[in-house]
């Protein structure tokens, strides 16, 4: 794990981190637009859960690219994948990540994304490609 001189942990690269590339090469969904059923899907996972916002993300190589995002007051299309909490939950392997309190943790309360959306609670399960079974996003 490494530490940003913020005082936030950066996320790492996936153990098949080449492998996972060329598989979301493969997909074709990077920059693609707007899609109602991820739009759905996003808002639904965020209502369910009672959650402010929602987000689906794609974990390219340098940066998190948004597919859909709910309950935030600005569009989003991309950041860098440092400080990405859904680069944390591809970057593990483990298929989820759960942050109960982003705010409290030493890892994260730091990270400019929990900082500026105001996150308390994280949670996140992988979107996996569907030949490799490799994590794409969260």
Same mark, same amino acid.
């Given at each position: 794990m490494q530490?940003?001189?913020?005082? &936030?942990?950066?996320?790492? *690269?996936?153990?098949?981190?080449?492998?996972?590339?060329?598989?979301l090469r493969n997909l074709d969904i990077l920059d693609s637009g707007?899609?109602?059923?991820?739009?759905? *899907?996003?808002?639904?996972?965020?209502? %369910?859960?009672?959650?402010?916002?929602?987000?689906i993300t794609i974990v390219d190589y340098n940066r998190q690219w948004f597919k859909s995002s709910f309950g935030v007051p600005f569009q989003c299309t991309s950041g860098p994948r440092g400080p990405s909490l859904c680069a944390h939950c591809v970057a593990s392997g483990a298929g989820e990540l %759960?942050?109960?309190?982003?705010?409290?943790?030493?890892? &994260?309360? +730091?990270?400019? +994304?929990?900082?500026?959306? +105001? %996150?308390? *609670? &994280?949670a996140a399960c992988t979107i996996n490609d569907p030949i490799t079974d490799l994590p794409m996003g969260s």
């Amino acid at each position: 794990m490494q530490w940003h001189m913020d005082g &936030y942990t950066m996320a790492g *690269l996936h153990p098949r981190e080449v492998e996972r590339m060329e598989a979301l090469r493969n997909l074709d969904i990077l920059d693609s637009g707007e899609e109602k059923l991820f739009d759905s *899907l996003c808002e639904a996972a965020a209502k %369910i859960f009672q959650a402010p916002i929602g987000f689906i993300t794609i974990v390219d190589y340098n940066r998190q690219w948004f597919k859909s995002s709910f309950g935030v007051p600005f569009q989003c299309t991309s950041g860098p994948r440092g400080p990405s909490l859904c680069a944390h939950c591809v970057a593990s392997g483990a298929g989820e990540l %759960i942050i109960p309190d982003a705010q409290a943790d030493e890892r &994260y309360k +730091n990270n400019p +994304n929990v900082e500026a959306l +105001n %996150i308390r *609670l &994280y949670a996140a399960c992988t979107i996996n490609d569907p030949i490799t079974d490799l994590p794409m996003g969260s």
